[in-house]
């Protein structure tokens, strides 16, 4: 008796103990489930969504750094250089939205001081300077684009001593892509500060095919009042030979004349030419390494008269992925030049 009621005692006490733990007891909510960052694999490699959105985002750019030499030098000019791109895209029924920044940092050797008769040579080194920017900013829908960039008529053959002629404008641009690797841009560029309401017009048609491409470019300048042409053939010869060509006409000194880097003129510019042609040959000795030579003929130059050329030879290799090396020699002559000029340099580009 005295046993049955010791257990029907202790059940009470544990029950009375059980019921305050469960009064007392602290009850924590599940964790919402995590959104990890998924690939976005619809404009290639790199990009991934933006968690919570149909966005894909791709960051990327690459670091520079290059030693610059010329016969008309009296040491080295170096180069660092970064950029940082961002890459923004997502369908909408109108085509593909996107934003494309790229910031760019550059920082070059400078030239040294002189401080008189404080030290035995009368300079003191300057150190580097620097500048950073925007380089591009491009906002696009469909086959329509606007923002800052390079202008459609920049364009040139693959070598280091080449021109194409143009440079970075603000502009409205749309490009219609017609199928079988054929499509045409027309664009309305604005390289002037104030001056007019009127811009710039260049167009661009080009077809690429498994033998290479064709591009023909025309524009005019406004401000200039003058017209240029240029059309580049890219000839795939065999798997690791490529054949570059190019040719280019201008009505007269414009925004898009080409510069084949002469020496300040008495204008205190480059008077561009009237006409100029160009080849490039480039073969890829293994998936590494390239090398490539080429030259251009730059003749009548405006308002000087006179005609110039350009030849240069480029060796890249790859030293592993995305770690890539460059050496180019170039050398410049002509009516234009007092003594042909030697110039060249070496570079390293790590991408990502």
């Not at 007891?25 to 990890?36: L, R």
């Amino acid at each position: 008796m005295k046993i049955k009621s010791l257990l029907i005692g202790s059940a009470a006490i544990m029950g009375g103990v059980s019921a305050a733990q469960a009064a007392d007891m602290v009850v924590v909510p599940e964790p919402e489930p995590m959104e990890y960052v998924r690939v976005c694999d619809v404009y290639g490699a790199g990009f991934f969504y933006i968690p919570g959105t149909e966005t894909c985002l791709k960051i990327g750019g690459y670091v520079r750094y290059q030693i610059d030499w010329s016969e008309d030098d009296d040491g080295w000019r170096k180069l660092a250089r970064g950029t940082l791109t961002i890459d923004a895209r997502s369908e909408t029924e109108y085509g593909t939205l996107g934003g494309f920044i790229e910031f760019r940092a550059n920082s070059s050797s400078s030239a040294p001081t002189a401080v008189g008769a404080i030290n035995e040579g009368g300079f003191l080194s300057h150190g580097a300077g620097g500048s950073v920017g925007l380089q591009q900013a491009i906002l696009s829908l469909g086959g329509l684009s606007m923002g800052l960039s390079d202008t459609l008529y920049d364009a040139g053959l693959s070598g280091e001593f080449d021109s194409g002629g143009g440079a970075r404008v603000h502009f409205i641009r749309y490009t219609f892509d017609a199928a079988n690797g054929v499509f045409v841009s027309v664009a309305l560029e604005e390289a002037d500060t104030n001056y007019d309401y009127t811009p710039n017009v260049v167009g661009n048609v080009g077809v690429a095919q498994a033998w290479g491409s064709l591009n023909v470019w025309g524009a005019y300048d406004a401000t200039a009042e003058e017209w240029a042409a240029k059309a580049i053939a890219k000839i795939k010869a065999t798997q690791a030979l490529t054949l570059e060509l190019l040719a280019t006409y201008e009505s007269d000194q414009s925004f898009y004349s080409v510069n084949n880097n002469v020496p300040l003129l008495a204008t205190g510019f480059n008077a561009g030419y009237e006409w100029s042609a160009g080849g490039y040959l480039k073969f890829a000795a293994t998936p590494k390494l390239s090398v490539g030579v080429g030259g251009q003929y730059f003749s009548e130059a405006h308002d000087i008269g006179g005609d110039d050329y350009a030849i240069g030879g480029v060796v890249d290799y790859a030293l592993v992925e995305n770690f890539n090396t460059k050496l180019a020699v170039n050398y410049r002559d002509g009516d234009n030049y007092a003594d042909g000029v030697f110039s060249g340099f070496v570079r390293f580009d790590r991408n990502f």
